[in-house]
């Protein structure tokens, strides 16, 4: 079977599998065996034990449970409600205020977390009960959890960045700096959209003045929400702060916010054995189930690899024969279709190597190329069948959220993706202005 | 009888993968602090440990294989729900069947795959690659303890689905 | 391409990336075997991060999931730590004359041959890549200055370091960048020049240390063994004289690029610590010859190694 047929007959099963409503991680895993074993014969379950060990320790995706763990501890003493409450004690009147402000929190989850996984879940994990509570229509609150939790890999640091630097031989620190102005320019798009469609529909973000349920609060009980929403605010600047001043790495400050919110809980007297089980339950379930769908996935893409998906990527590349800027979108193309049934570490593994040395030769900035391509495989995670980040999303949403309620929600803020996508691909000095303006 | 002998089945697979789910819950709050425990020797201590980085790192990885299998009790693994929430309940079960064994045939290579790895562990002495060197066959270990629980769940569900597709009668109430 | 044409199909995994340097040199093996055997053997090259991570080489060329591999043994240091002393223990030579007759006269090969042997793997014949060097953000006057630093060095390199007064951190390579940044860490080894050079570390911390850790690296490149069963002898004789080739290849070129990758560093701002003193001299040798009994005693084939080592000196 040559790899264009079996790159086919893999898609087609992941459809049908996806269709019945199988686990993703095992139903990939399960896909790539039974197709290896067919093409490959018995000698393909090695594959097995190298990606076991190559998924689970991995110190990079350690940052996945040390967030969700502090996210689920902030949420369950409530923490992370008192937060949002604060903010709607000064922002409460501006209708959508509490979803601008949980686009606030995922900005600063974004400049912490480095891969999609910690992003999506920890903001989740944080923001998504206090808007759901506050009757927020359901699909804007997912919405702005995707598309904030995907600020992780656009606001530095960013593995993915890293990987495409190291692979490319860029400098990581142009390519960090040029990924600031499009991530600005994602954030307020993301709260011009907010803005504008509360406006258009009031009814997607009630706010609290309109709401009868909920009490008037008074004196103490004020003073009590500001103290705990400052101090949880203080938190998330600390976390940061030991990042920024060299005091643990990204990977590691998600340990560090741990241990402040444990101390804030015992503090302010809301630690409980019961919150302090049910957050570690929580954390473990939401561990597993994004660890098996990674490991499975791995076991998918290393299959595929080993049949040589990249030969023929490398082949399509070659023969293209377009006017630059149309190579480039044609680049630009190739990657989104990837998405279908690539995730993203391998995306930028397999194309920032190919695609850079002629983006390059064609004459344009590899900085640019690879921010490009950054927010290119952010979109592609978002994406359906195969998208990481709805995979994420929906373990972190509520019982009864379907996968089609899900792709509806985000499907406004892929939008903005691409339309900064396209911005930077238009103007590329969205991109450049700064690293050459700081590193020049 | 056969009800019951099949509800005894079900309820002590039920118990079993509980157990390893809140073992897995446990080590939670040890990981955080082995994490923030080498940040506080390294940088308050000025000693960086040998033993944090690895030790974590096993930690994890017992933590999200074991959690495995009570993630599919409480049905929280994630998949693509679009025809499966518009077809009948019996439909359901059939699709549950079809991915369950696919699953499990997935499961039982990486609980064989595991022993392999397990015997080499033992044979050649297999140790981390760090400076304090633990050793790596209790890993293995508990992805055949991991794997194999994940598939007494899925049988076990299995088991559940073919009940109600052969008597429309629901095998166990879910409790949650 | 129809893998089915050729009578025996390959494939080959090493660590370096996609139209890397060094991938090229790999992928010029693989071609060289292809046109040596007329076609009779495929190689299909897979760089790093296709389908088998890097710490999982030898597991992969050993249950013959690759069949052929250029793996990095420090990775392996807890599967093969013979693996370790092959590559070099803190200390060692760098000239490849006395490399060469360590390997192929002083009985080296016999050793390494037994030890891969001993796990199913076929040893062929190594090559040299350039030494392992320390970056830091601090300049380092004296062999002193490195007490207290924490410098990310992993298994052999973090004790020799220890045995210096550093403090060895561990740290997955894409957290080298920003911990450098933000001051996690004081330093970082890096697999060699280039290593440093593709990293952008010199970005994040400018002063690279005169003395290698190790004079030079030797590493091997390994077949899975039934895989190599299968080949009548004039096909093995190809792929081995494949290999010589290769290692020849390897030392002309790595030397060329390591200066390249020197030169662009030093254009971006890379500058030297002075010139170590005799006295540092000493206490760098000291650091490392603490390590020889330590290995010697982990393994019986480390133990053979080192003996020999002993004997040629
Ligand atoms: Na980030
Ligand atoms: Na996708």
Not at chain 1, 262 to 283: E, V, Y
Not at chain 1, 318 to 346: K, N, R, T, W
Not at chain 3, 144 to 149: A, I, P, V
């Amino acid at each position: 079977m040559g790899i264009e047929i079996l790159t086919v007959v893999l898609l087609l099963c992941i459809l049908v599998f996806f269709a019945l409503g199988a686990q993703v991680g095992l139903a990939l895993g399960g896909i790539a065996m039974a197709v290896g074993y067919m093409t490959w014969g018995d000698g393909i379950f090695n594959v097995i034990p190298t990606t076991l060990e190559a998924t689970y320790f991995s110190f990079i995706l350690l940052a996945i449970p040390l967030y969700i763990y502090m996210g689920q501890l902030l949420t369950k003493s409530g923490i992370g409600d008192a937060m949002f409450n604060f903010s709607q004690m000064i922002i409460g009147r501006v209708r959508g205020s509490l979803a601008i402000s949980v686009i606030g929190v995922c900005s600063m989850i974004g400049a912490m977390v480095g891969i999609i996984g910690a992003g999506i879940m920890t903001s989740g994990s944080i923001a998504l009960r206090p808007m759901l509570e506050r009757g927020y229509n359901k699909r804007l609150a997912l919405g702005v959890i995707m598309a904030g939790g995907g600020l992780g890999i656009l606001i530095p640091p960013s593995i993915p960045m890293i990987m495409f630097a190291a692979s490319t031989q860029n400098s990581v620190g142009r390519m960090f700096l040029g990924a600031m102005v499009p991530a600005l320019l994602t954030v307020v798009l993301m709260i011009l959209y907010v803005v504008i469609s509360c406006k258009l529909n009031p009814d997607r973000a009630p706010r609290d003045i309109d709401n009868k349920d909920i009490v008037k609060l008074e004196g103490r009980a004020k003073f009590k929400i500001a103290r705990d929403g400052l101090f949880s605010i203080l938190l998330i600047v600390a976390v940061l702060g030991s990042i920024i001043s060299g005091i643990a790495t990204p990977t590691e400050s998600g340990a560090i916010g741990v241990v402040g919110a444990l101390i804030l809980a015992i503090m302010f007297k809301r630690f409980k054995l019961d919150m302090f089980l049910h957050s570690g339950f929580q954390t473990a379930t939401l561990v597993s189930v994004a660890m098996w769908i990674i490991f499975g996935a791995s076991v998918f893409s290393n299959f595929h690899l080993l049949m040589g998906v990249q030969s023929m990527v490398a082949g399509f590349t070659a023969s293209l024969d377009l006017p630059p800027i149309m190579i480039i979108i044609m680049f630009q193309l190739i990657m989104l279709l990837l998405g279908f049934i690539i995730d993203e570490f391998i995306i930028v593994l397999m194309c920032a190597p190919l695609f850079t040395p002629i983006a390059v030769s064609l004459g344009y900035d590899p900085i640019w190329f690879g921010v490009l391509m950054i927010i290119n495989i952010l979109i592609a995670v978002q994406t359906p069948p195969y998208g990481f980040a709805l995979f994420y999303l929906k373990g972190i949403a509520p019982a009864g959220i379907g996968m089609s309620e899900i792709y509806r929600s985000v499907t406004p803020f892929i939008l903005l993706n691409l339309t900064v996508l396209i911005l930077c691909m238009l103007f590329p000095d969205i991109v450049l202005w700064l690293p050459n303006l700081v590193m020049n | 009888m056969f009800e019951k002998i099949l509800k005894t089945i079900c309820c002590t697979i039920d118990w079993v993968v509980r157990q390893a789910g809140l073992l897995a819950s446990f080590i939670m709050p040890l990981l955080a602090f082995v994490v923030a425990f080498e940040v506080f020797s390294r940088y308050v201590l000025s000693s960086p440990t040998i033993w944090a980085f690895d030790l974590s790192l096993f930690m994890f990885g017992y933590l999200a294989a074991l959690g495995g299998a009570y993630a599919q009790q409480k049905r929280a693994h994630i998949n693509v729900d679009i025809l499966y929430l518009k077809v009948s309940h019996k439909t359901r079960c059939v699709f549950n069947l079809v991915s369950f064994s696919l699953a499990i045939f997935f499961l039982v290579i990486i609980v064989m795959m595991s022993y392999g790895k397990y015997e080499e562990a033992i044979e050649f002495d297999y140790r981390r690659q760090s400076e304090w060197a633990p050793p790596m066959f209790h890993f293995w270990i508990m992805m055949m303890i991991a794997g194999g629980l994940f598939i007494a769940q899925l049988a076990r569900d299995m088991m559940a689905e073919l009940f109600f597709i052969l008597t429309s009668k629901v095998l166990i109430e879910e409790t949650q | 391409a129809d893998l089915s044409a050729a009578e025996h199909n390959w494939r080959f995994s090493n660590l370096y990336g996609r139209g890397t340097a060094f991938g090229e040199v790999y992928e010029s093996l693989a071609k060289n075997i292809e046109t040596k055997s007329e076609g009779r053997i495929k190689v299909q090259v897979l760089y790093s991060g296709e389908g088998v991570g890097t710490s999982g080489l030898l597991g992969a060329v050993k249950s013959g999931l690759v069949t052929m591999g250029a793996p990095f043994q420090s990775m392996h240091a807890g599967e093969l730590p013979a693996g370790v002393v092959e590559i070099g223990l803190p200390g060692g030579t760098d000239d490849p004359a006395e490399l060469q007759a360590l390997f192929h006269d002083k009985g080296w090969d016999k050793v390494l041959t037994k030890a891969y042997g001993s796990q199913g793997l076929v040893w062929l014949e190594p090559y040299i890549q350039p030494p392992v060097y320390i970056l830091t953000k601090q300049e380092i006057k004296s062999a002193e200055d490195f007490k207290g630093l924490k410098i990310r060095a992993p298994g052999a390199y973090g004790k020799f370091l220890r045995n210096l007064g550093a403090s060895p951190v561990s740290l997955s390579w894409s957290e080298i960048y920003t911990s450098l940044a933000t001051g996690v860490i004081d330093g970082s080894i890096g697999s060699n020049m280039i290593d440093h050079r593709d990293g952008n570390h010199v970005e994040v911390a400018k002063y690279m240390y005169k003395l290698p850790l190790a004079g030079a690296q030797v590493l091997p490149v390994i077949v899975n063994r039934s895989a190599w069963k299968k080949l009548p002898e004039e096909l093995q004789a190809v792929v081995q004289e494949a290999t010589e080739q290769h290692a020849a290849d390897q030392l002309r070129l790595s030397k060329k690029w390591e200066s390249e990758a020197v030169a662009e560093m030093e254009a971006k701002g890379l500058l030297w610590s002075p010139e170590p003193s005799d006295v540092d001299r000493k206490a760098w040798a000291a650091a490392g010859a603490g390590l020889w009994d330590e290995y010697a005693a982990q393994d019986k084939y480390s133990k053979e190694l080192i003996d020999i080592l002993r004997n040629s000196k």
